[in-house]
């Protein structure tokens, strides 16, 4: 097993971001997707959501996964439940541009969506769109800034991505030409949970490994993400929001 952050922090959660597994379950619910739909969950991390999608609904979930020591974690969560999902290893904007388009899309805390870099809210929503089919469904899920943050914050946390409020996603995912059907921005202990079991979980494989080459790295990565969500309290959150495209 390839030892990082990632591997270890995500392998203690259900979901790999601040929100619940019921709360994804009821909102892909909402589409009314018959046994059969074809989905695909990008940036599947520990595959936890492509599972639930396929075991709850019967979908048939492509799981689109660009970090190959995720993708590892997410093939060895899929065999353990015997589940028939499709593991693809590659970028998010290469993989969906060479199938069909999809009845629903599931991206929740994608990086580098459209593989130009990092992507404004409404250039990563017309992107999407444009490999959903015509009355088909986007379930998106990201930070969101619960309030305005410090300059400094807002530098680290948006290193990778750029976020936006609320109404700001609303308002981007308009502008691509997507209609809003219904978001719930997660409970503050929801979202503070998240990133207290992904740091608890680095915590004690450091204690059980004190001297493992990966031990630096492990250390630097849970002390940043504690130290983010510690400042950036009350002033970060998770929402989730289903879309879906007019036709």
């Not at 504690?226 to 879309?243: D, K, M, N, R, S």
Request: proline share 5%; aromatic share 8%; with cysteine.
């Amino acid at each position: 097993m390839t030892t990082t952050f990632g591997r270890i922090a995500y392998e203690a959660l259900d979901v790999c971001n601040g929100v619940n597994m019921a709360t994804i379950q009821a909102a892909v619910a909402r589409t009314g997707l018959s046994a059969g739909a074809r989905v695909a969950d990008i940036g599947t991390g520990n595959a936890g959501v492509a599972i639930r999608m396929s075991q709850a609904f019967g979908l048939d979930v492509a799981a689109i996964e660009f970090d190959p020591v995720m993708a590892e974690l997410a093939a060895e969560r899929i065999a353990a439940a015997g589940m028939e999902v499709d593991l693809v290893v590659g970028s998010a904007a290469q993989v969906l541009e060479g199938i069909e388009p999809l009845d629903l899309i599931v991206a929740l805390g994608t990086t580098n969506l459209t593989g130009e870099g990092r992507p404004t809210p409404e250039a990563g929503f017309a992107f999407l769109k444009r490999r959903i089919r015509p009355g088909g469904w986007l379930l998106w899920g990201d930070l969101v800034w619960l309030a305005e943050p410090p300059a400094p914050l807002r530098q680290v946390v948006e290193a990778t991505n750029q976020y936006t409020d609320d109404m700001g996603w609303v308002a981007a995912a308009a502008t691509a030409g997507l209609v809003p059907e219904w978001r719930e921005i997660s409970s503050q202990p929801v979202f503070d949970a998240y990133a207290s079991d992904a740091v608890g979980a680095a915590r004690r494989w450091l204690e059980a490994h004190p001297d493992a080459a990966e031990a630096e790295t492990m250390r630097f990565h849970a002390d940043r993400m504690q130290a983010v969500f510690e400042y950036g309290h009350g002033l970060i959150g998770f929402g989730l929001y289903l879309f879906r495209a007019p036709g």
